[in-house]
């Protein structure tokens, strides 16, 4: 009987450079779904881990940085052409979150990077500015990405949560370092397969699961890492993050706090909020 | 300290042209400013304040403790309801009110800022008044027009503003942070650096004929002790130029807080010479980028990179150039560098100095009078430099500068963005292409090219890096004083 079949079952594994290592540390911990059924065991990543994706994505920033704005706007758009191929998967795994409407919460997700994707070259043009300044200078301000960007995705909407955050600090050409649901992080490992398999280079998103009160402190502390995005780190976790992010000037950024299905939930600004302002003043002369 | 190094050059004989300092008139001791009044200090304690340049007493001044900043914090809480309630075209009038009296009191507040910070007159006078005077008019117009600077947002002020502020740029500093403050909506507690409180309190009686209503400005002088009561007062915002280890201090003390935070920290900024540069116009752009306010400047080109074929000439023309600097009294018309501005900065330069020199590095230093009180230093080169020297990594802030060189584009920029900072940087060359080819790769918020320290009020100014976040001027400087419905931060 084909009903005897045994399906296979996905190791899901992190995601770093591009490739799908275990933890180092060999550790994993249970995933269960919103009414307890095991689902996976999912790699606890070590803080070896989580400094190996700190080199990827540091490895990766400048190349990404540098294609063309139009590339970057193609690639984020390709990631929700490749969503919408997998959506089955995405709503069988908020299902098993305990989303109310996992069709709903895939859909948004997917609309999300297209309208990020379609800020890659027009950010510059709405956050940018050529400044009258009163000497013979052309003076001009540009956003540029920050660099290496920490995020801690939110606990809740283990899908939308988290594009919500990856999609703005990629676009502008930043890599990240992602801390997936502690409770929910197999969207995000499909996520990964997601990127793995549309053009985003590899290292500009690294991707890892495990416990969300061990992973913050350490990225929080990383010296390489040029910013944090906190929207996911628990209340007793904010402060010695933030004490954390001191040691390299880290800059902290926390997501609105609105319906994440809502317009507000994406704006330009979250975006510029892990940018750099550069001004230039070249001069004018004949 | 090594020997100076004696170099033939011609010696010019300069007349004196000191400035009168009959404009200024100091009061014996100054209070603190809160409420729109000045008061005498609950903690009774009282400092002194000198010129540098002679180690006079000016004036006393009161030193305020953590019952003073809790209740300038609390003058300023008071006044923030009315204020913010003002209509924005109502507020942009008092803001130009202090602009036409920074300018109709110029001469008078330049002086003085010679005389407690040691600056040149020249550079107060030409560089500091003006600029502090435009930024106020600047973000006055800004003050009814914010809702066109953010894009489908409702801009809102935070609330009350803690600022503290450096001694390099006093007046300037002061105007960097209360323009764009005041201009959307908030109401300001600021702490002037220790060593420089005068010209903040002069202007603590400008802001009072300009009549604006007591509280929405008050005045806190002190010393560290006294900035760190402000960073832990019941303010909404802190705003910090300084020293970036003080600047890690203040990012962990608000940690969790909730409390907004922008930071103008240190650099180590690389002035960056190409074989093509006009060599003439970029050594008096190499002098004025370190040698500029003696040094103390956060953006100061401290790390002159030269491409090899010039690497001879151009050092042998900057040589000649340090010859002809007048060090000096900083209210002398012909003065190029003042006085150090403090005993304990002097210490610092001196003890990064002397590293330079046990750590192998090749010092000059042109051959000139210092007079005898006072405190002072004279303009120093160092070549030889590696990059892992202190003198190469380290912010000095004083008049020394480190030469390195390189053979290409690409070993410029490596050589430039290996330092933890990130504030400015500076590139020499006749080439268009090769100036903005090299200001996308400099990890720094300000890139001058063909020119060095140059400033504007409608320019953004703020770090990369170790050198801090959120930008001072232009339109980028309003976000940091606003709230943007929608609950980004």
Redesign the interface.
């Known amino acids: 009987m084909s009903d005897a079949r045994l399906p296979v079952k996905r190791t899901a594994k992190l995601f770093i450079g591009g490739v799908f290592p275990r933890s180092e540390s060999g550790l994993t911990y249970e995933v269960v779904a919103h009414d307890g059924r095991p689902l996976a065991h999912a790699a606890q990543a070590s803080r070896k881990d989580l400094r190996e994706a700190v080199v990827a994505a540091r490895g990766a920033q400048p190349k990404w940085a540098s294609m063309t704005a139009y590339n970057r706007g193609q690639i984020l758009y390709r990631v929700a052409e490749l969503m919408e191929g997998r959506r089955a998967q995405f709503e069988a795994e908020l299902s098993d979150a305990g989303a109310s409407d996992p069709a709903r919460g895939v859909n948004a997700a997917i609309d999300r990077w297209v309208w990020y994707a379609g800020w890659a070259d027009k950010i510059a043009q ?1 956050s940018g ?1 050529t ?5 013979p ?1 052309f ?1 001009f ?1 540009l956003p540029e990405p ?1 660099g290496v960007v920490g995020i801690v995705a939110p606990g809740e909407q283990p899908l939308l949560g988290l594009v919500s955050r990856v999609a703005p600090a990629i676009v502008s050409g930043n890599t990240a370092v992602v801390v997936a649901s502690e409770r929910s992080p197999l969207p995000a490992v499909s996520l990964a397969e997601v990127m793995a398999t549309s053009d985003v280079p590899g290292g500009v998103v690294n991707i890892l699961t495990g416990v969300t009160a061990e992973l913050v402190p350490w990225l929080a502390g990383h010296m390489d890492v ?1 910013a944090i995005d906190v929207t996911g780190v628990p209340a007793d976790l ?6 954390l ?5 880290k ?1 902290v ?6 319906d994440p299905f809502s317009d ?1 939930a994406q ?4 975006i510029t ?1 892990l940018t ?8 004018i002369g004949a | 300290m090594s020997e100076a190094i004696e170099t033939p050059s011609a010696t010019w004989e300069y007349a004196p042209a000191p400035e009168s300092t009959d404009i200024v008139r100091l009061d014996d001791r100054y209070g603190l400013f809160i409420g729109g009044e000045f008061v005498e200090p609950i903690s009774g304690r009282w400092f002194e304040t000198i010129d540098p340049a002679t180690e006079e007493p000016l004036a006393e001044v009161a030193e305020a403790g953590a019952e003073d900043v809790a209740l300038a914090v609390e003058a300023a809480r008071e006044a923030s309801a009315p204020w913010q309630a003002l209509p924005g075209s109502e507020r942009a009038k008092y803001v130009y009110r202090i602009a036409r009296q920074l300018q109709e009191r110029a001469r008078e507040f330049a002086v003085l800022e010679s005389m407690n910070g040691g600056k040149p007159i020249r550079e107060s006078r030409d560089v500091d008044l003006p600029l502090a005077a ?1 930024h106020f008019f600047y973000y006055a117009g800004w003050a009814d027009k914010l809702e066109y600077a953010f ?3 409702s801009p809102r002020p935070i609330g009350v503003a803690g600022q503290i502020i450096p001694w390099n740029f006093p007046m300037l500093m002061a105007a960097w942070k209360l323009a764009p403050a005041l201009a959307t909506g908030n109401t300001v507690v600021l702490k002037p650096a220790e060593t420089t409180p005068l010209t903040a309190l002069l202007l603590a009686h400008v802001i009072r004929e300009a009549e604006l209503p007591p509280g929405v400005v008050n005045i806190v002088t002190g010393a560290g002790a006294t900035g760190a009561a402000l960073v832990g007062a019941d303010v909404d915002k802190i705003a910090f130029t300084g020293s ?1 280890e003080v ?3 203040i ?2 003390a ?3 807080s909730g409390k907004r935070l922008t ?1 103008e ?1 240190g650099g180590k900024a690389a002035n960056i010479v190409f074989e093509d540069a006009p060599l003439d116009q970029a050594v008096e752009g190499v002098v004025n980028g370190i040698f500029f306010n003696q040094g103390h400047v956060c953006c100061a080109g401290s790390r002159l990179l030269v491409q090899e074929p010039v690497f001879d000439v151009l050092l042998a023309k900057l040589k000649d150039r340090l010859q002809t600097l007048r060090v000096g009294d900083p209210l002398d018309k012909n003065t190029d560098i003042g006085a150090i501005n403090s005993r304990a900065q002097l210490e610092k330069i001196s003890e990064l100095v002397d590293s330079g020199v046990a750590e192998g590095a090749e010092i000059y230093q042109p051959k000139c009078a210092l007079p005898e009180r006072g405190f002072w230093f004279r303009p120093t080169l160092f070549t030889g430099v590696s990059q892992s020297h202190r003198v190469a990594r380290e912010e000095i802030f004083g008049p020394v500068l480190s030469i390195l060189t390189f053979r290409t584009p690409e070993e410029a920029v490596e050589k430039a963005n290996n330092t ?1 900072y990130g504030l400015s940087a500076g590139i020499w060359s006749e080439k ?1 292409s090769r ?2 080819w090299m ?1 996308d790769r400099l990890r ?8 060095f320290n ?1 400033f ?1 009020p ?5 770090g ?6 959120g ?1 001072e001027g ?3 400087g309003l976000e940091p004083y606003l709230e ?1 419905d ?4």
């Open positions: 709405v500015a400044n009258p300044v009163a000497d200078y003076n301000t920050t040029n904010l402060t010695e993050a933030e004490e992010a001191a040691e390299n000037v800059r950024h926390r997501g609105p706090d609105v507000a704006s330009p600004y979250e909020a750099e302002f550069k001004t230039v003043w070249h001069p | 435009a894009p489908a947002r970036t600047g890690k201090a990012r962990r608000t940690a969790g930071l920290l933890p268009g100036i903005l200001a720094a918020g300000v890139v001058w090219a063909n020119t140059r504007d409608t320019s953004p100014f703020g990369y890096k170790e050198s801090g976040f930008r232009g339109l980028h943007l929608g609950g980004t931060r």
